[in-house]
């Protein structure tokens, strides 16, 4: 079946670095490539999101990367601040399918 | 984005009861679906949720222990029967706006 894996699983980074995790897929026939922040004790959010037909995005501080040869996407947080501290799931998802999401990384972003 | 209202948001139930979750989604969701996320995990999806026939269940999810009711486009419930410790995890609810997939606050569930 369908299977993204995720790394690194956690990942510490100090103020003002960049922060970079990376998600790498089996499907070919996955179109679609959303990244949620999930905060302690809260719902995951929809932070940005890649086609297929795009191989970068950038929304302020994040971008998304995707090589659809390779299979891999990545998530890009430039300038990191405190409130970046979250875990941070990738998902992959085939229009008609399911959405499968990758295992998570847990960002510390330290002052 | 879409707005998504789940309740209880949490609760401690006793071994052998069950529990119902209420999903309230805005008019634009077109799918709606059932996670469980057990602490420090990733998101396991338990069912599609289907307008006014039975739930589509994933593999290891039953509906006898997982009954999902979707009456209409913008209500969903889920409910836990016949509870045991192993159930304690968050129940999320979700909602597809296109392909883009929102979440509900979610239920904190907890057996004891």
């Known amino acids: 079946g369908e299977n993204v894996e995720q790394h690194p699983s956690t990942l510490s980074v100090q103020e003002g670095d960049s922060a970079v995790i990376k998600c790498t897929y089996s499907?070919?026939?996955?179109?679609?490539f959303p990244w949620y922040k999930q905060e302690l004790g809260k719902r995951p959010q929809l932070i940005i999101d890649?086609?297929?037909?795009?191989g970068e995005k950038k929304d302020q501080r994040i971008a998304v990367t995707l090589n659809k040869t390779a299979k891999h996407f990545s998530l890009h947080i430039t300038e990191t601040q405190p409130e970046d501290s979250a875990v941070y799931f990738c998902?992959?998802?085939?229009?008609?399918?399911?959405?499968?999401f990758g295992p998570g990384t847990r960002l510390s972003v330290l002052p | 984005s879409a707005v998504i209202s789940q309740k209880p948001s949490r609760d401690i139930c006793q071994r052998g009861t069950s529990l119902t979750i209420q999903c309230q989604v805005d008019s634009q969701v077109t799918m709606m679906f059932w996670y469980r996320q057990q602490p420090g995990q990733s998101l396991t999806l338990i069912a599609t949720a289907n307008q006014g026939s039975e739930a589509t269940y994933e593999s290891g999810f039953v509906i006898d222990k997982f009954p999902i009711s979707r009456p209409n486009l913008t209500f969903s419930t889920l409910t836990v029967s016949n509870m045991s410790p192993e159930d304690s995890s968050i129940y999320l609810c979700s909602g597809g706006l296109g392909e883009k997939l929102f979440f509900g606050s979610g239920t904190q569930l907890s057996v004891l």
């Open positions: 890649i086609r297929s037909n795009v």
């Open positions: 499907d070919s026939a996955s179109n679609y």
């Open positions: 998902a992959e998802y085939n229009y008609g399918q399911n959405f499968v």
